[in-house]
Nanobody
Framework: EVQLQASGGGLVQAGGSLRLSCQAS????????IGWFRQAPGKEREGVAC????????YYADSVKGRFTISIDNAKNMVYLQMNNLKPEDTAVYYC????????????????????WGQGTKVTVSS
């Protein structure tokens, strides 16, 4: 059972930056996609960014392109989300997630395809 541990959330002013981290207990299969979803109050959970084990970034939500960067450290089983120029609309609980289908969960925008979820980390951006 893969376990994902997210951290790094907090309160930041608009225009600020945060870096989220996700520690995976293992990367058990070669064809995984791993990354982040988020859920704002009263809204559906949505994909934010996804990366494959080959360090290929395959997905960014349109709303975060140019501001967020996902990266992976395979040696440490760590995934990071650098979030710059944060906006109040980025306020949400961010979830680390993984699937074994090369990130199909993100590409098809279907959270039900995610196989592993971490606990959320809350990001609040004040205006």
């Amino acid at each position: 059972e893969v376990q994902l541990q997210a951290s790094g959330g907090g309160l930041v002013q608009a225009g600020g930056s945060l870096r989220l981290s996700c520690q995976a207990s293992e990367f058990p299969f070669d064809n995984y996609g791993i990354g982040w979803f988020r859920q704002a109050p009263g809204k559906e959970r949505e994909g934010v960014a996804c990366i494959r084990n080959s360090d290929i970034r395959i997905y960014y939500a349109d709303s975060v392109k140019g501001r967020f960067t996902i990266s992976i450290d395979n040696a440490k089983n760590m995934v990071y989300l650098q979030m710059n120029n944060l906006k109040p609309e980025d306020t949400a609980v961010y979830y680390c997630a993984a699937d074994s289908t090369f990130g199909t969960s993100w590409l098809l925008e279907d959270k039900d395809l995610v196989e592993y979820w971490g606990q959320g980390t809350k990001v609040t951006v004040s205006s």
